[in-house]
T-cell receptor, first 113, second 112 residues
Framework: DAKTTQPPSMDCAEGRAANLPCNHSTISGNEYVYWYRQIHSQGPQYIIHGLKNNETNEMASLIITEDRKSSTLILPHATLRDTAVYYCIVRVALDTGRRALTFGSGTRLQVQP | DAGVTQSPTHLIKTRGQQVTLRCSPKSGHDTVSWYQQALGQGPQFIFQYYEEEERQRGNFPDRFSGHQFPNYSSELNVNALLLGDSALYLC???????????FGQGTRLTVV
């Protein structure tokens, strides 16, 4: 799986959009970008994944650059409950059952009131 | 749907002892993975079970072993506990061929 680089920490004001960047310059053509988050003392939670098109679900939006070397997870209206560590993971999608998730250090997002 | 459940939630053991952690996967899921998360770090993959067999393994010693039962539930066993085994142990379940993994709340193991 390709290596990812994320800033160690970020702050965001409550109600504003949180934009979390991830660099994955060595991504291969068949690798997807996944995002998970981990709220304090809980297990990681799946957020979203994508290949090359932008994706949106009820939790977040994922913007992937045209060259696929970087991506941004967007939480459109951050709340205090979004305070968590966010992990960007690159992997081949459909073998989730055959290969482990490789977590880095992630970005610690602190949403400020 | 109860999701992924792990037991116990907290555990204190003495160096040299053995411990067994348990995981019940999300309903309908057939694959269980175990992760170790030390304080301040991301989860590290231990191993994965599918069809009652260990399918892949991370960089962990043989002191770490596991089992999957016919109902897909799983156990993680750690022998000869070391202080460095103190961590949050996470279980994740998924369905063969599907993209998402679902994690339990974890078991906090403290070795003294």
């Amino acid at each position: 799986d390709a290596k990812t680089t994320q800033p160690p920490s970020m702050d965001c004001a409550e109600g504003r959009a949180a934009n979390l960047p991830c660099n994955h310059s060595t991504i291969s053509g068949n690798e997807y970008v996944y995002w998970y988050r981990q709220i304090h003392s809980q297990g990681p939670q799946y957020i979203i994944h994508g290949l090359k098109n932008n994706e949106t679900n009820e939790m977040a939006s994922l913007i992937i650059t045209e060259d696929r070397k970087s991506s941004t997870l967007i939480l459109p209206h951050a709340t205090l409950r979004d305070t968590a560590v966010y992990y960007c993971i690159v992997r081949v999608a459909l073998d989730t059952g055959r290969r482990a998730l490789t977590f880095g250090s992630g970005t610690r997002l602190q949403v400020q009131p | 749907d109860a999701g992924v459940t792990q037991s116990p939630t907290h555990l204190i053991k003495t160096r040299g002892q053995q411990v067994t952690l348990r995981c019940s996967p999300k309903s309908g899921h057939d694959t269980v993975s175990w992760y170790q998360q030390a304080l301040g770090q991301g989860p590290q993959f231990i191993f994965q079970y599918y069809e009652e067999e260990e399918r892949q393994r991370g960089n962990f010693p043989d002191r770490f072993s596991g089992h999957q039962f016919p109902n897909y539930s799983s156990e993680l066993n750690v022998n000869a506990l070391l202080l460095g085994d103190s961590a949050l142990y996470l279980c994740a379940s998924s369905l063969e061929g599907r993209e998402k993994a679902f994690f339990g709340q974890g078991t906090r193991l403290t070795v003294v």
